[in-house]
């Protein structure tokens, strides 16, 4: 066994956070969207800006108008099996089931009937997230909102399959408005040391993954199926002993191809947790809140500059040094996270054990040379070309002009080779595969093209 420093070098939460985090449970684990448990209370307001309004504003994200057609009678959801609705619902929503990852770790509302023979199930598109437990009648989500973030539903499906989404708040943000969530309405990707029972070690401390994590920190609590050679990570295995005396053994989680040895996998629509769709769910996760903040900052900004133009009588427009910089904070982070600028390279090629990754590659747009930012490379990195399919989302093209526009122009700089600097290097020092993605973009983004022909 590989004995385990009770501290580990890098967590991303401290443990002595992770213990206060875990005494309460609220909402969602979704994608870890793991929800974490629930003691923490959220510490930002930005969502309740004049600008924002995140409680009183209605919704219009995916569920929202899923409701509205079931409510109608325009769609009607049939059960199958002992998931209930949850196939018709994923089926209405257009969330593949090769998409389904699977966390076995106690850290979600539900966790009392989560373990390692009873995960939860996940599953998402661009925009929305499904959460199902086995034994549960609840149905969990979160979709995300182009002017509000990601807004948090529960439903108890009845013996009918009727579904009633209610939205939830401030039982959901004191754990998804947090630093974890870079301090917006967000999902949140947690990896935790797990025992047998699915209790989290949280004395062994904790990570919050996205793209940039290192592999051997990622996936604590989470099943993970498919081939990654030499790479190790925290999925699939267990820590064993306690709080001064922990083992943990990334070795027999590594390169399983079948769960069958863990739980009874014929009672979920799928057998897999594959590891191509835990590593786009990372990603997604963290660009979405980096979206969401940029359109809050730049929003509240952009207000903040019209009330001081009255109170200074300052032109209309007026644009302060203190507005910019705020715009440039949010951005670049942005910026940076759309490139890949800081993900690792694979140590091993990645095989993945579904067809997410063929169902994943099928959407969005392709331009007519059959390339696409949604080709994966999975071999030295996650995508063939190093800019996120999310620059297509609602989410970014309703970013504020001043977001966006920031955003364009930076991408122009970097993808052109006018800034190699250093978050960019590994990018900019491959003109083969910046040529491409310009490629794309001008020819899938009619926007992006009409700013690289006349950048201001």
Avoid at 145 to 153: A, C, E, S, T
Avoid at 429 to 454: H, M, V, W, Y
């Amino acid at each position: 066994m590989v004995v385990m420093d009770t501290k580990p070098v890098g967590a991303r939460v401290s443990s002595w956070t992770t213990v206060i985090i875990s005494l309460v449970s609220t909402l969602l684990l979704i994608v870890s969207i793991v929800l974490p448990s629930a003691a923490v209370h959220s510490d930002n307001e930005d969502s309740e800006d004049e600008a924002i309004r995140y409680r009183q504003s209605t919704p219009t994200d995916a569920i929202t108008t899923l409701q509205k057609q079931i409510d109608e009678g325009k769609v009607r959801l049939s059960p199958s099996g002992r998931q209930g609705v949850l196939q018709s619902l994923l089926s209405q929503l257009h969330i593949p089931i090769e998409s389904q990852i699977l966390v076995f770790s106690k850290t979600s509302f539900q966790r009392e009937l989560i373990s390692p023979t009873n995960p939860r199930a996940l599953y998402f598109n661009d925009n929305t997230y499904i959460g199902w437990v086995q034994g549960s009648s609840v149905i969990e989500a979160a979709a995300m909102d182009p002017k509000l973030g990601m807004v948090f539903y529960t439903a108890d499906q009845d013996k009918s399959g009727k579904l009633t989404f209610k939205r939830g708040t401030d039982e959901c943000l004191q754990c998804h408005e947090t630093a974890m969530s870079n301090k917006v309405p967000g999902n949140i990707f947690r990896s935790v040391y797990t025992h047998l029972d699915g209790q989290p070690e949280y004395s062994a401390g904790t990570y919050l993954t996205d793209e940039t994590s290192p592999m051997e920190e990622r996936w604590g609590g989470w099943y993970v199926t498919g081939k990654h050679g030499g790479i190790r990570h925290m999925g699939n295995s267990l820590v064993h002993g306690g709080r001064d005396n922990i083992t943990f053994d990334r070795n027999v989680g590594a390169n399983i191809s079948s769960l069958a040895r863990y739980f009874e996998t014929s009672h979920y629509l799928a057998p897999t947790s594959d590891i191509a769709s835990l590593m786009v769910a990372e990603h997604q996760t963290h660009i979405q809140n980096l979206l969401v903040r940029a359109n809050y900052q730049t929003r509240i900004a952009e207000r903040y500059d019209e009330a001081l133009n009255k109170d200074l009588n300052r032109p209309a427009g007026y644009h302060s040094d203190s507005m910019r910089s705020r715009i440039v904070s949010v951005c670049e982070p942005l910026v940076r996270s759309l490139l890949f600028a800081e993900e690792p390279a694979l140590q091993s090629p990645i095989s993945p054990s579904n067809w997410f990754a063929r169902k994943f590659e099928q959407e969005g747009p392709m331009m007519s040379r059959g390339r696409s930012l949604r080709q994966l490379d999975l071999k030295t990195r996650l995508m063939k070309y190093r800019c996120s399919y999310m620059i297509y989302s609602e989410a970014f093209r309703t970013l504020p002009d001043r977001a966006r526009n920031y955003v364009y122009s930076r991408l122009v700089e970097i993808l052109t080779g006018k800034d190699s600097s250093k978050p960019f290097e590994s990018i900019t020092a491959s003109p083969e595969e910046r040529s491409a993605i310009l490629e794309i973009l001008t020819d899938t983004l009619p926007e992006f093209a009409s700013k690289l022909a006349s950048p201001q």
